[in-house]
């Protein structure tokens, strides 16, 4: 069936709940096949084939996942944090040496409880050169980033080819985009190649000894990379980062953990700002490595949005974005319920660096939820939606009712 051809239907809620206008009532959501038509007032419905009534429920967009690395999905625990962060990462990497070059079983795990938990939309970095694109498309859709990693052009080159020519794999519903890993482990030439128009995302000043080895070379990472075999024999300092690597296209920098004054004050200049299209904060992952306090409501308030993720099984309990949404309304008193719901969907939409997700603009896709609140609930809807007691009542994707969840 074509979209010009696909029914309309109107859904209706007790409230709906858009982060760009706030709670609407006597307002429905108009759609037709994938996409939204628009919210339109109880009084001045378009012509509409369909009404689905979602009864006393709250519909806001679908939470989006920003950033989760799925072939990490076979950890039954997070690895422990403690230490040096390195250690930890030493421990994913021979992770990923062990299942080799396919990571198929770990992806379909991951999927599966991304389906489970009814987050369908997803920043997806990819590592393993042996999955088929067919098992992430046919239940997810958003971006997938192929991962490129190298100090060494026998170690980036061949992953460069690979993540470059996938590119043209893009599709309306799943785009493709390059994720040059980091900073302290893909050569320069890497973010300068990448600059351009594809998604662009990469993992940022992560750790409170990532600084230390950017500028001298020296430390903890050091000490990784020669541990892996990965240290290159010459290695020359990055004094800043945000001028010397983030060179052009629009970028999303996952996690930022330790941003100084003076990676603020580069942030509040035009030209750098105009390059980063998001920041994404995993807050479970955030609190089990012990960071110091994230700097996401200072950032918001620059304008910048900042979106959330669920990071891995390897450093978080589940994949479900929501929870990172719920722990967050629990732990920070910087943040609004509504910017924590905001950046769990709108903010998620520029992270993946499409803002057909996450929003009810014209032309968005249909991706939408459902919440049944508690008895009892305040006035504050943002807050009530965040409850845990609250429950998920319905899941659309692409415009079709796919579940009638129980949570």
């Excluded at 628009?38 to 950033?67: T, Y």
């Excluded at 799943?174 to 993992?203: E, Q």
């Excluded at 429950?391 to 009712?401: C, K, P, Q, T």
Aim: aromatic residues 8%.
């Amino acid at each position: 069936m074509s979209e010009e051809s696909a029914p309309v239907i109107s859904w209706k809620a007790r409230v709906i709940l858009c982060p760009d206008q706030g709670p609407l009532t006597g307002h429905r959501l108009i759609t037709r096949g994938p996409e939204i038509v628009g919210l339109f007032p109880d009084r001045s419905l378009p012509h509409i084939d369909r009404e689905i009534d979602l009864d006393d429920s709250v519909l806001l967009p679908m939470p989006i996942n920003a950033h989760c690395h799925l072939d990490l999905s076979s950890f039954d625990s997070p690895i422990p944090a403690g230490g040096h962060f390195t250690d930890w990462l030493t421990r994913v990497v021979m992770h990923r040496r062990s299942i080799g070059l396919s990571a198929t079983d770990a992806v379909s795990r991951g999927i599966e409880q991304l389906c489970q938990y009814g987050t369908r939309v997803v920043g997806d970095i990819q590592a393993s050169l042996g999955i088929a694109s067919d098992l992430w498309s046919e239940h997810l859709s958003g971006t997938v980033y192929h991962e490129i990693v190298g100090l060494k052009p026998e170690r980036y080159e061949p992953l460069w080819e690979w993540a470059h020519a996938s590119l043209a794999d893009s599709s309306a519903r799943i785009r493709h985009g390059l994720s040059p890993h980091g900073p302290y482990s893909t050569s320069r030439v890497i973010f300068s190649r990448s600059a351009g128009s594809a998604p662009l995302v990469t993992h940022w000043l992560e750790s409170a000894d990532e600084r230390e080895f950017l500028a001298t070379g020296r430390g903890p990472f050091r000490d990784f990379l020669e541990r892996i075999g990965a240290w290159p024999q010459a290695y020359r300092p990055i004094t800043n980062p945000w001028q010397e690597l983030l060179t052009g296209g629009r970028w999303t920098l996952v996690h930022a953990n330790y941003l100084s004054n003076d990676d603020e004050n580069e942030l509040a200049q035009r030209d750098v700002r105009d390059r980063i299209a998001a920041i994404v904060y995993c807050p479970r992952t955030h609190a089990h490595f012990g960071h110091l306090l994230h700097p996401a409501a200072r950032l918001i308030e620059m304008g910048i949005p900042v979106a959330l993720g669920t990071d891995s099984l390897a450093s978080n309990p589940d994949l479900d974005v929501w929870n990172e949404a719920i722990w967050l309304s629990h732990h920070s008193r910087l943040l609004s319920p509504r910017q924590i719901v905001t950046m769990a969907t709108k903010y998620g939409g520029s992270a993946i660096g499409d803002s057909r997700y996450g929003s009810f603009s014209p032309g968005s896709f249909a991706h939408l939820w459902g919440f049944r609140l508690r008895d009892g609930v305040g006035n504050d809807l943002w807050e009530a939606t965040l409850d845990q007691a609250s429950s998920r009542s319905a899941v659309i994707y692409f415009g079709e009712l796919i579940d009638v969840a129980k949570r």
